[in-house]
C-alpha cells in the first residue's frame, strides 16, 4: 500500500483533531500529499508538525467549512497545489448533548450546519474537479448514527441520516462514472476529543461509552478507500449489530438508550451547561486521540452487541408469528 499511495493527492477537512487528524498523519506516513483544512489554526499546526515528524508533505489552511465560498476557494487551491485531487474527506462533525427542547436552537443549527451543509459544500465543491479528470474519491464520514437514532442528540441524528441519503443521491447521479467514487464510512463511538468539544445539556458530566474504538483504527479504513474504494464502510464489529437490530425493531434501540440516558443523567457527575466549541475552535491543540478506550470494556461492549441482535431478532420474529395469526 505504501507504494501504491505514494503521491496520491488527499484533502481532509476537520483535520485539526480525531479522525480528520490520524487519518492525516496515516496518510503522511505512507506517502502521500496532504492538504489539511480545519477551523483552528493552532490545531493544525500540531497535527502538520506529527505530519512531517512522520516524514510526510502536508500544507494546512485555515478554513470554515460551513462557508460554501470558503470550501470553493479551499478546493480551487488545493487542485493548483497538488496538480488535481485524488481523495477528498470530509470530516468535519460537532454534536450537542441534551434533552431537544432543554437545548438552545442555535445550537441544533450549528451541528445541521456543520455536520451536513458543510459536507454538501464541499462535495459541490469538488465533484466538477473529479468530472473534469474523471477520477476522484468523495469519503463522507458519517458514523453509525446514520442507522440507530441518538436520542439526547436529535440535530446530530438529523444530520447523519440525512448525509446517508445525500451520499445515496450523489452516488446515483455518479453511476455513469465509473472512477469516481462516494465512499461512507459507519464507525461506532470513537476515543476522541470529540465529547470535549461537544455542546452539553444535560446537567451531567460527559463521557465516551467504555469500548470506543482508536481514531487510528478509522483512519486506516479510510486509507483504504484510497485504493480500494466501496460505497459503504462499517468500523467497529457493533456497527453492523446495531444497524441490523435497527432494522429488525427499529424502535426498540432508540428506546433503549433513552432510558439509559434518562438514568445516567440523573446518576452521573454534575456537569455545567456549554455550547462547548460549536461555534469557535478549541484554543490549544488537542490530537487525534481521546485517551479514555479500554480493550477489555470494548470486549464486553461487543458481547452485549450481539445480546441486543439476537433480542431483537426474537421480538421481531415474535411480531411476524403474531401476525400471521390473526
Known sequence: MSRSLSGKRIVITGASSGIGAATAIAFTRLGARVVIAARGAAGLDDIARRCREAGGSVETRVVDVTDAAAVTG???EANALLG???????????GVLGKYQDTPFADHRRVIEANLISHMHEAHAVLPIFLAQDHGTWVNMISIGGFVAT?????YSASKFALRGFSEALRAELSKRPQIHVCDVYPTFVDTPAVEHAGNYTGAQLSLPPGSLPPEKVARAVVRLA?????STFVGAPGIVMKMAQFATPNLGPAIINGFLDVWSRKAEPGANTEGSLFAPPPVPSGPDGHTRSPAL???????AIGVLAASAAIAGSLVVARRRK
Not at 436520542?151 to 440535530?155: G, K, Q, T
Not at 485504493?227 to 460505497?231: D, E, I, L, V, Y
Open 74 to 76: 479551499l478546493a480551487a
Open 84 to 94: 488535481g485531487i485524488d481523495l477528498w474527506f470530509s470530516c468535519v462533525g460537532v
Open 151 to 155: 436520542p439526547y442528540a436529535a440535530a
Open 227 to 231: 485504493t480500494h474504494p466501496r460505497n
Open 298 to 304: 470494548r470486549r464486553k461492549v461487543t458481547a452485549g
